[in-house]
């Protein structure tokens, strides 16, 4: 049997004349902890709702399990932990209520791994879920990705909105989780060092492009993602610095222009 838990394979997505991702390919083995990185709007979240056959790849193709994520979708989402990047809930439920009824879905019974993990989350299991702030929204889906015990997770951005406390809780137990169960995790995130932190190995995406595939050990990486990142910044402030010079030309042309109409009438 083959220990190939994610195949994708040419991977291309347009969104009319935008373009999500293209040519997007790589492999995860059973037991790897995969980061996914890359500026906002990249294609992280594209790529991840294909593998979850929520989107339709324009070409290409992408297997979880060996199995084609746009055929069978529903067998595929019955063993994958999924967080989504945004998640939608049943405002008038409690957090507990939600969690059981997510538990259902997989037709399994958690309630001791509810209290298990809300217990290390510090999520109040007896609020209704419109009385949570964002952080402890994404706490609930976090717990609803692990409650099954799956051995895959996918967690789109699982740092968001989580104060810094939360942040530190969730990277030992996405580790410990790693080694206990020999589970597979995808972790998309824009957020470098925390990546960094869990993920032996990152793919970084640049509009809709894998441009690197970096081993990384002891944090190894760190060096040359942020070397990337802070060329990215510079060449943003670049263009900035650009723009606004550019209008402060323009303004100044105005003011010129207008000095000279009003004394070639006087």
């Known amino acids: 049997m083959s220990d190939t838990v994610i195949s994708l394979t040419n991977l291309t997505k347009s969104y009319g004349m935008h373009r999500g991702i293209d040519d997007v390919g790589f492999t995860v083995k059973q037991g790897e902890i995969f980061g996914f990185i890359g500026p906002n709007g990249a294609g992280k979240t594209t790529t991840i709702r294909i593998m979850m056959g929520l989107l339709k790849p324009d070409a290409g193709k992408a297997a979880i399990f060996g199995m084609d994520c746009n055929r069978e979708a529903a067998v595929i989402a019955k063993s994958v932990g999924y967080l989504p990047s945004e998640n939608s809930y049943y405002n008038t439920l409690r957090v507990k209520d939600m969690l059981e009824y997510t538990a259902d879905l997989y037709g399994k019974e958690c309630g001791k791994r509810i209290k298990e993990l809300s217990g290390l989350l510090n999520l109040d299991l007896s609020k209704k879920i419109k009385e949570l702030s964002l952080g402890n929204k994404k706490k609930v889906g976090i717990v609803s990705a692990l409650i099954t015990e799956p051995q895959l997770l996918i967690l789109d951005e699982p740092f968001n909105f989580l104060d810094p406390s939360s942040q530190s809780v969730i990277k030992h137990l996405l580790k410990r989780y790693n080694e206990e169960h020999g589970a597979t995790v995808i972790i998309s995130s824009h957020n470098l060092n925390h990546t960094v932190d869990v993920c032996p190995r990152i793919a970084l995406l640049e509009n809709g492009v894998?441009?690197?595939?970096?081993?990384?050990?002891?944090?190894?990486?760190?060096?040359?993602?942020?070397?990337?990142?802070?060329v990215g910044v510079e060449e943003e402030a670049v263009v900035e610095e650009t723009v606004v010079e550019a209008a402060v030309e323009e303004i100044t042309e105005k003011e010129d222009k207008t000095v000279e109409e009003k004394n070639s009438e006087a």
């Open 210 to 230: 894998i441009i690197r595939d970096i081993r990384n050990e002891n944090n190894s990486a760190e060096q040359e993602l942020e070397a990337y990142f802070n």
